[in-house]
T-cell receptor, first 112, second 114 residues
Framework: DAGVIQSPRHEVTEMGQEVTLRCKPI?????LFWYRQTMMRGLELLIY????????DSGMPEDRFSAKMPNASFSTLKIQPSEPRDSAVYFC??????????FGQGTRLTVV | AQTVTQSQPEMSVQEAETVTLSCTYD???????LFWYKQPPSRQMILVIR??????QNATENRFSVNFQKAAKSFSLKISDSQLGDTAMYFC???????????FGKGTKLTVNP
């Protein structure tokens, strides 16, 4: 398996634009997580899905953030409109019950 | 709320020496998993070691071992014979029984000096 695949690796966008981050989890994994990493806040859990269903989105900072998982092999995290304070590294991770989480390479988002 | 606390923002150690990173967690469940991850400058998250809460024996992976104190909700990581390649951010994480939610501490930046 190729591991968790995230795209793009880097994204630079202007304030106010829509940003979509993509994630393909490892086949057979039933949980998917979106994290945001910054120097100030560390690794924050934004939302996680179990069997494609959003279970806990309490970490989503604002209504500008939304996430979907239309099937077991794909998830998106969307920010609309984006703001400079959204600049961070966004990680997607997946796991099977009882195992560790496997992380993608992350997307470095810069909003100017 | 499920929380994970790493009280040491930064640590340093001399090559070949031993260092211990601290982690405490808060959970009301009896069954859960604990993990230590390493994040080198490449930013890739790499699993170092895992511990199932129902197992009393401390997990060990080569130079890495944990001291799991369930009653105290403590899960420290010991790195023996530190190597320059161990320089990285180290994150402690826990799940909660009955839930697959995986929460991380804020991390400890470890520097191994030659």
């Amino acid at each position: 398996d190729a591991g968790v695949i995230q795209s793009p690796r880097h994204e630079v966008t202007e304030m106010g634009q829509e940003v979509t981050l993509r994630c393909k989890p490892i086949s057979g994994h039933n949980s998917l997580f979106w994290y945001r990493q910054t120097m100030m806040r560390g690794l924050e859990l934004l939302i996680y899905f179990n069997n494609n269903v959003p279970i806990d989105d309490s970490g989503m900072p604002e209504d500008r953030f939304s996430a979907k998982m239309p099937n077991a092999s794909f998830s998106t995290l969307k920010i609309q409109p984006s703001e400079p304070r959204d600049s961070a590294v966004y990680f997607c991770a997946s796991r099977r019950d009882g195992t560790e989480a496997f992380f993608g390479q992350g997307t470095r988002l810069t909003v100017v | 709320a499920q929380t994970v606390t790493q009280s040491q923002p930064e640590m340093s150690v001399q090559e070949a020496e031993t260092v211990t990173l601290s982690c405490t967690y808060d959970t009301s469940e009896s069954n859960y998993y604990l993990f230590w991850y390493k994040q080198p400058p490449s930013r890739q998250m790499i699993l170092v070691i895992r511990q199932e809460a129902y197992k009393q024996q401390n997990a060990t992976e080569n130079r890495f071992s944990v001291n799991f104190q369930k009653a105290a909700k403590s899960f420290s990581l010991k790195i023996s014979d530190s190597q320059l390649g161990d320089t990285a951010m180290y994150f402690c994480a826990s799940t909660q029984g009955g839930s697959e939610k995986l929460v991380f501490g804020k991390g400890t930046k470890l520097t191994v000096n030659p």
